[in-house]
């Protein structure tokens, strides 16, 4: 399915979302359509063949939505394979939004503040029957002369909520609050200028200026605060963009010449200096250093770096001068894939917040009938009961207060700024989540599966002991040298440490033919006509291959010490075995206990034997294991654990785990440093550090519980407000100070997750 990626310019609040998905979803050739409030970004899926963008527009211009393509934004800069030095265009829209509101808000907001002032001081003074120090008339005179250029000038996105309404018949959030504020000045000033008016009709001296000035004041200020921490939530990604280099110096012939980095190619050879940055991903071919890669992973200890080891672009080199050899430059970085996943992440949509569109798309016309409705009945039922200059004033507070009240904005801010603070946040730990739906999924989490070799051990096993069948003819070298001769075709961690092992020997390695791999359980092939077998005990039962006494009692004690033994056959007899020893990782005791204080079930699963298995999981604290499960069948193990009603996280290395990883419902993959967009996997670790499972779960919960308290703050207000307002006694001048409340409070608790 064709996916594209627009910016969508014209959007106030959540309700904009909601009217463009619907508006979208109308055209058949469009399957789906996911627009983000916070990102202002909108992502169509298309059945078949893209819709082409002015068809798009042509949709949307009724309702006054504009889409662009996101070419300038940052993830398309950097899907395209040159440059990497990217900007970012929504940072610099809400630059510019912010350079047009600042001075009306605070125009708007220093005059509110001393009118709320007056207008507290009037209220106290008439409680305790004193006269206000300042004649009516003069009062509202002022008050006239400051609404005016309020209402008119900064006040100008409110009227176009009301032209919007008029001309599209949509509302929004600048709908209500524009058409609460000009009715306010409306009634007030046709009172300032025909008093003769408010004696025919009976009506109290009171106008509501205040109102508007008050209103707008509080709502302006309040968007600008939103703006700014809006620009916030950005950061991480602003911050990883910054990590980039901007040169590199790079060899042609003889000389180094100095290269902005979008002109680095593959093959490329860069020299990088102590305490300059790599400047792209590569191989170190000269020289030796320690990196400090705690910027892409969290992690704080330097890593040593020699000739022939992969090294990120955008880390620090920390030591020696080195020279690298460019394999990876623009959109297949590293850092250009991390981009990439917290861009995709930030512009995701969590399930939860499925609940708060629905509720704002019908908020706004159900308030607006609301209001008209409660102004209708205390025009009729009210003035029946009271007098209709009595129940004028009354009615129209209702209407403006209920307006003003309901504004959904805190509704659509609660869930899309969480998860953007929070996948950012996340992102600078070192902890890559694919999606919103993910990291909501990780709270429910009641049950880890560690994999063992390379997520719970190192994945760096040694040889420690090898053993021959007495009256087998054979050295120790050269049982090591056959193995090794038929592991070399096998990327097998144990394969890759039997044959550096023979290599470290000085053993010479030959060739073999008709091998075969047998994934979780060995190798088989012929080496110069003779048979071979490697692998699992099961393995060699499965060839019926005998048992034989004597190597019985050798691998007992080996794998109570938590070795792997590799039993090796010649000609279908057993000849001896490789053991070899794969230490758990210094943190995965402290990874463990922190999981199992969260009360979460932990599980090791591993195909090696039984015995080996029990011991490596009793040195990591582990208490139940899954032991000789063949890679096929590690899916079907997780399956078993979600059927015992378990919500199950599978950590795992992502290669020979990848049907578990999908058959979990989070899987977590460990990122061995170049690779971080891991397809089967949910969250990705970079660098490895287990613990991360633990912060990842954490995380998870800390999000959905803001969010919670986001969403409940913002029903609060609006639940409690409009029914106040209705029954007219809810100044709405205190509406708009409440509105603006929420949503700076839903904000500011959003940023939250920013530690
Ligand atoms: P894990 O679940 O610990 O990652 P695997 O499923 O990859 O382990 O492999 C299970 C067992 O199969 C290993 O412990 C080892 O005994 C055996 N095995 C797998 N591949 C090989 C190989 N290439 N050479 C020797 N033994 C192997
Ligand atoms: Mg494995």
New binding site residues.
Partial sequence: MIKEQFRVTGMTCASCAAIIERTLKKNEAIHSVAVNVATEQATVEYSNTPVALNDLNAALVTHGYTLTPLQAAASSAIGQTKPVVVENSLRKDREAEMQELRPKAVFAFGIAVVIFVLMITEIVLQAVSKEFFIPMHWWYVMQFFLATPILFWTGDRFFAGIVRFIKYRSADMNTLVGIGTTVAYVYSTVLLTIPELQEALGLPETLYFDVTIIVIGFVLFGKYLEVRSKLKTGEAIEALLKLQATTAHVKRGEQIVDVPLEQVQVGDLCVVKVGEKIPVDGEVIEGSTHIDESMLTGESMPVKRTAGEPVIGSTVNKEGVITLRAKHVGSDTVLAQIIRLVENAQGSKAPIQRFADIASSYFVPIVIAIAMLSLLLWLTVGSSLLTFGQALPLAISAFVGILVIACPCALGLATPTCIIVSTGTAARRGILIKNAESLELAHKVTAVVF????TLTQGKPQVTDIAIVSGVRMTKDELLQAVATL?QY?D?P??TAIVNTTRDKGCPITQATDVK?I?????QGVITGQTWL???EALLAEHSIMRCAELDEQTAALKADGK?V?YVAQNKQPIGILALADAIKSEAIAAVQSLQAMHIQVVM?????QATAQAIAKQAGIQEVFAE???EHKAAKVKELQQQGKTVAMVGDGI?DAPALVQADLGIAMSTGTDVAIESADITLLHGDIRKVYTALQLSKRTIRIIKQNLFWAFFYNVIGIPLAAFGMLNPAFAGMAMAFSSVSVLTNSLRLRR
């Fill in positions: 994999d063992k070799t390379g592991e096998s097998h144990l394969a791999e994934a979780g359980a060995g190798v490697v692998g699992t792997t590799v699963m591993t195909g090696d034997n499960v063949r890679p020979n």
